[in-house]
Structure formats: C-alpha cells, structure tokens
C-alpha cells in the first residue's frame, strides 16, 4: 500500500470514530441542556450558540483552509506561524467585537449579559482551534487531532452534570462551560505545538507576515462563509423570523439532525481513499455510486427510527416538555437522507478539484433556504422551517450531483 493511500486509511478511520463518539457527546450534552433550561430558554441559548459560531467564521477569513492546504508545503505548523496568525485575526477584532455587542443585546431579554460574553470567549477559542486543528491533520496527526477535539466535547458534557440553580445560572454556568471546553481542546493543541517546537528536526521555515497572510487567506474566506452559513443560520433566522415557541419546538430537532447527519458522514469519510484506488473513470463512476449506496444504507433505517419513535426520543432527550417538537423532528430528520447522498458528493468533488462548483451549489442551496425561511417561518413557525430545510437540502444535493455527474462525463 503506497503512503498516500495508507495516510488516508488512517485519517478515514480516526474520523469515523470521531464522527460516532461525537454524535454521542452532541445527543448528551442537547438532551441535558433542554432539560436543565427548559422549553423557550433552551431554544434561545441554541440560537444564540449557533449566532457565535456564525460569528467564527466570519472572523475566521479563510485562514483555516489556507493553513490546511500549506501547511505541509511551507511548514507554517510552528510557534511562529500560530503567532503571525494570532496577529492577523487581532486586525479583524472589531468584526467579532460586533458581532459580540448584537448578540449580547438580542440576548438581554432573556439571559444576563455574562451567556453572550462567555460564548464569544468561547466562539474566540473555537477559532483559535479551527486552525490548530486543521494544521495538525495536515501533519497526518489524525489521532492527536481527534482525541483533541473529543476530549473538549466530553469536558462539556461533564462539567453540565454539576449545573445547579436557577435557570438564568444554568445558562450562565452552560455557557462557561462551553468556553472551558474549547479551552481544553486549544490548551492540547497548543501543548503539541510547544513539543513539536522543541523537536531539533524541525525546520521553521518561511512565516508569513500579517498582510501576507492575509492577502493569501482572502480568496479562501468565500469558501468557508458560505459552508458555515448554510449549515449554522437556520436556527438564529427562525429565532429572529419565528415565535419563540417556534424557536423552542425547532432548536431541539435542529440538534437531533445534526446529530444523526453524522452517521451517514461516517461513510462518506471512506471516499477519498477509495476514489484514490480507482484508476479509470468507470472505476470512479464506481466507487461514488457504492458511496452514496453505502451512505443510504447507513442513513434510511436511521431516519426511520427517529421519525416513528420522534415522539419517544425527544421525551427521553429533553423531557415531556418538549412533545411540540416531536413533528419537526418528524420533519427535519428526512433532511438527511439527501445529505447523506451529498456526503459522498462533496468529498468525490473535492477529489476531483470541484471545491468551487460545489461551493456554488452550496451557495443555491443556501439562497432557496433563506427565501424558504423569511417566507414560511413568520406563518409556519417550526414545522415549516423544518420543511424548508428538507427543501433545502434537496436542492444542494442536486446541485452536487450536477457537478460530480458533469465532471465524470467531462
């Protein structure tokens, strides 16, 4: 086996535990967050989290996909580099410093102003470690990465077992805990790197400047915007667009989609290396048709357990005061039988160089959803959001298989 192939192998495998234990962890840490701040509350906290996180990557610029793709090449993984980073993102601070203030004032009604503020610290370490993340897997680290990014999820999902007080002290104390837990996954990265920095094989070379860095992060910035806003903005828009028990009966089948997207995803980790084994175009044509078969095969029976037992796992999740989402967990859990075929898409796109085509078809996936979202949320509250989002998907999904169909045909 050649070492590129092998590398693959390696990376797929540690994603595909990652990907499982984190569905685990996302269940948990959802299900004990809506039963310790209750119905309306949890569905504020959610918006507010997934506004931060928008947040990131808007302030992110395109720095993590340029670290990822030279890293290798210019070894920017070095003290240095993290700091020229560091730097570059300093420049960019009065956008997060919006973006903090907006969320603090769209919170202040139901949450004191510490939730806000704990969640941009959070939001500010979580783009700290997007980077880091993504220099480390580009040094084939596949296993330090992964245990990383667990071992900060399972700190959250820990430190919410000793949540006590009253519900503004458990937002409070929650969203603490979510600046904590990024902070442990950047204190182990950040760790590796002081080791690796006293390695004397190690060759710094070229760092770039803060301009620099920058003006070569620039082109990348659209890439990362458009996937962030496409899969975070649907619960902050039925937040501002909906009721607040539309927000309430939405955000916990939001989580639960996002969670059971991740099953399928397991596959569709497996396709890089197998595209890299087919040396023909049949043999490719292939390898995406067993992929996306694959992906189904992981995905129907698991939609099809949450939409007829919808009722039972959000009373167990989140408790008997969440029966109102029961439906658009219905609803949205059919979402990802599409995203579980775009899966596979996507990372055949990826191999064959489509990174832009397929961001288009993101891009029209994501200007239906928000048409979708400004014209049903306001008179169809949850249940039509969750509808627009399986519409949503839909749509990308064709878009993807447009590009990888045209692209083995070319």
Known sequence: MSEARATL?????????????????????????GRQLGFEDFGRFAALQGAMLISVGLWDLGGTVLVGRQVA?????????????????????PIFLVAVLLAGWAASAAFPLAVPV????????????????????SRREFAAASSYLLTGRLTFNVLLLFSTGTTTQRAVFAAGSVALAELVSVSLHIGRLVWIARTPHI?????????????????????????????????????????????????PASRIQDA??????????????????SPTVDGARDTVRTGIRLALLLAIPAVAIVVIFAGQIVAVL????????????????????????????????????????LTRAFSVGLVFALIG??????????????????????????GCLFVVNKTLRA
């Open 9 to 33: 192998f390696r990376g797929t495998r540690w994603a595909g535990i990652g990907q499982v234990v984190t569905f685990a962890l996302t269940i948990a840490a959802a299900a004990q967050l």
């Open 73 to 93: 090449a210019h070894h920017w993984f070095s003290p240095d580099a993290i700091l020229s980073w560091a730097r570059a993102r300093l420049l960019t601070s």
């Open 373 to 398: 979202y400004v014209a049903v949320v306001p008179w169809g509250g949850a249940v039509g959001a969750a509808v627009v989002t399986v519409f949503r998907e839909v749509v990308t999904c064709a």
């Open 203 to 251: 060759v710094p070379g070229k760092v770039p400047g803060v301009i620099e860095f920058l003006r070569t992060s620039l082109p990348f910035a659209g890439v990362g915007m458009i996937n962030l806003a496409y899969n975070k903005i649907d619960v902050p828009l039925v937040g501002v667009l909906g009721s607040p028990t539309a927000l309430a009966e939405y955000a």
């Open 260 to 277: 059971l997207s991740q099953v399928p995803a397991v596959a569709s980790s497996a396709m890089l290396p197998a595209l890299a084994a």
């Open 318 to 357: 989140f408790g008997p005061g969440f029966s109102e989402a029961a439906l658009p967990t219905r609803i949205i859990a059919l979402a990802v039988i599409p995203t579980a075929m775009t899966q596979p898409l996507v990372s055949a796109g990826f191999f064959f160089g489509r990174g832009t085509q």
């Open 118 to 137: 704990l969640l941009a610290v959070a939001a500010l370490l979580r783009a700290v470690w997007t980077v880091m993340d993504a220099a480390c897997r």
